[in-house]
């Protein structure tokens, strides 16, 4: 296949794809790409890649008169990508909850502590019977517990952090989740729940 026909095809892709991202026209399509892209250097880039494609579409002496280079195609992958990433939701790339590690109010305290420390984790999630997050348990505030009380499990835990966590909703795009991640340098996990909140069922999580 000629550089030319993969530029083409890498460029229905694209144009494919563009339609679906948020809050774009039903008739979007690569000028409308290109016309709200801000980067001055992709702008320019983008319209190169559309007058090509013009010429490649309909012009028969195309394959004398125009060439493709690598980086070409290597920035139509790029963009091909950048747009995915905008599209891609959060329930696709979450920790499902059968993969998450986590505790019970009614687990034996001294065994968390030992979970913890062979899975090197600094916090654990802590969910009611019903799969509802509570909150979090530092293993510093843990270790301490169970030195000063001879309860062995964490029904008496008092110590569950509420700030370093957030719930999202299942199709929250994953764009969403880095910029909550970004605005909030503290945060340490986002529960992704079926209804978006802290009083529906955990079904994943991101950990960071």
């Not at 984790?121 to 001879?150: A, R």
């Not at 955990?202 to 960071?208: E, H, P, Q, S």
Request: glycine content about 2%; proline content about 2%; aromatic content about 10%.
């Amino acid at each position: 296949m000629q550089k030319q026909d993969i530029f083409i095809q890498k460029f229905k892709e694209i144009e494919n794809l563009i339609p679906k991202l948020p809050n774009t026209p039903i008739d979007a399509n690569f000028k409308w790409y290109e016309d709200n892209t801000l980067d001055n250097e992709k702008k320019q880039k983008l319209y190169i890649c559309r007058v090509l494609r013009n010429y490649i579409q309909h012009n028969k002496d195309y394959l004398d008169f125009v060439s493709i280079t690598d980086d070409m195609l290597k920035f139509l992958d790029e963009i091909n990508n950048e747009i995915k990433s905008k599209l891609t939701q959060a329930k696709d790339e979450m920790i499902p909850l059968k993969k998450m590690i986590y505790c019970k109010k009614q687990d034996k305290a001294l065994e968390v502590l030992t979970l913890m420390i062979k899975k090197n984790l600094e916090y654990i999630p802590i969910l009611d019977e019903n799969n509802i997050i509570i909150g979090l348990i530092s293993i510093y505030d843990l270790t301490n517990f169970i030195l000063e009380n001879k309860t062995k499990n964490l029904s008496n835990f008092t110590k569950i952090k509420k700030t370093l966590y957030k719930c999202n909703k299942l199709y929250t795009l994953m764009e969403e989740i880095i910029n909550l991640k970004k605005n909030d340098e503290n945060l340490k996990y986002i529960f992704i729940t079926e209804q978006g909140t802290t009083k529906s069922k955990v079904l994943g999580y991101f950990k960071f």
